[in-house]
């Protein structure tokens, strides 16, 4: 089975060719990634107008550079993906558009792949890893933990109120002055930092949910920041550290409540899995392992290469969907907005 994934919900046009191995998992023929951090960087953040221009300029291209490198004509696959939400729909909708023509001029399934499902699953690409699992999820526009009870079956235990972890790493890297994407850059920054000089809030720490909130700890930063004004570069460090040690705590805080209410609701999980391209950060990585190892759990961290967003992602959850038989037809839609938990009409503040 050989699917083609095409991810184009945020700001980088992905396209890629996943085929399923006969013992279990996938193997990636190609992927290919197209990044816009150099048109973003000036205005500090995605601007989603600029966003769908470049999709629509570069979809085809790498669609065709995927197909090359797996040595495969459109027609030689069993199924097209495309990521149908959520995301700025104008992208969604480029993306969507083109796996629907491919699908259409092939006569191929189309699979219409919930972005944050793909997330949900790329753990299973690259290793065995059976169902139930608990799962944080946490990317610029998303944080959440789930329980991962099958394809198509999740629980969302909890989920930020405000701002998500991803978000509040890019605007406490504009705040301080720092280069976008925020995230590495406070990271980088945060090591020659002392965690210890800024005395920053963990909100929603020991709640009985598995909530976040992101938006007083930001704040928090920032006060701190004009206290000290004008900053010094070790000034800067110190604040990314304090900040990053402030998240660090409170997901390990979080992740406890979750695991909590998995093994009320759900049972006993198989492992913890940690997607998104916040799962690229070292320090939350470390606290993660700490959390499993204290759990007796153990720690599925995909590659890098697959925590951001990316089109392998979209063709293996095409894949998983695909072999039970889960295909769309042509008429379905884009949605900026769609939950994981079919319980969850909209998560607070539009955060699907």
């Known amino acids: 089975m050989r699917v083609l994934g095409i991810e184009t919900t945020c700001d980088e046009t992905a396209a890629a060719v996943v085929r399923l191995r006969p013992e279990g998992g996938g193997e990636i023929l190609a992927d290919e990634v197209m990044s816009q951090i150099a048109a973003h960087a000036p205005f500090g953040g995605v601007v989603p107008e600029i966003a769908a221009r470049a999709h629509v300029e570069i979809v085809d291209a790498l669609v065709a550079r995927a197909l090359r490198r797996a040595n495969l004509r459109a027609r030689d696959l069993d199924g097209v993906a495309a990521a149908a939400g959520p995301g700025l729909i104008g992208g969604v909708v480029v993306g969507l558009m083109t796996g629907k023509g491919i699908a259409l001029a092939t006569g191929k399934p189309l699979i219409a792949v919930n972005h944050l499902e793909a997330h949900a699953l790329v753990a299973r690409l690259t290793r065995p890893l059976p169902f139930p699992y608990l799962l944080l999820l946490a990317s610029g526009g998303h944080t959440q933990i789930l329980a991962v009870k099958g394809v198509g079956d999740y629980d969302r235990l909890g989920t930020t109120v405000d701002d998500a972890i991803g978000e509040a790493f890019d605007k406490t890297a504009k705040l301080l002055g720092l280069s976008y994407p925020g995230g590495p850059a406070v990271e980088a920054a945060a090591k020659d930092g002392d965690p210890t000089r800024f005395a920053l809030p963990r909100p929603m720490l020991g709640r009985p949910n598995a909530d976040f909130s992101l938006s007083g700890l930001k704040t928090a930063t920032r006060i701190a920041a004009q206290a000290i004004a004008p900053l010094k570069a070790h000034d800067v460090a110190d604040l990314c550290a304090s900040f990053q040690a402030a998240v660090v705590d409170v997901i390990e805080d979080r992740m406890r409540v979750g695991l909590r209410l998995f093994r009320q609701r759900v049972g006993v999980a198989h492992g913890v899995v940690v997607a998104g391209g916040v799962a690229a950060n070292g320090a939350i990585r470390e606290a993660l392992a700490r959390f499993c190892a204290q759990a007796g759990l153990p720690l599925v961290a995909p590659p890098i290469s697959l925590c951001t967003d990316n089109g392998a992602m979209i063709a ?37």
């Open 316 to 352: 293996w959850a095409g894949i998983e969907r695909l072999r039970r038989g889960l295909v769309d037809d042509l008429s379905v839609a884009a949605r900026p907005r769609w939950p994981l938990d079919p319980k969850v009409e909209r998560a607070p503040h539009g955060k699907a």
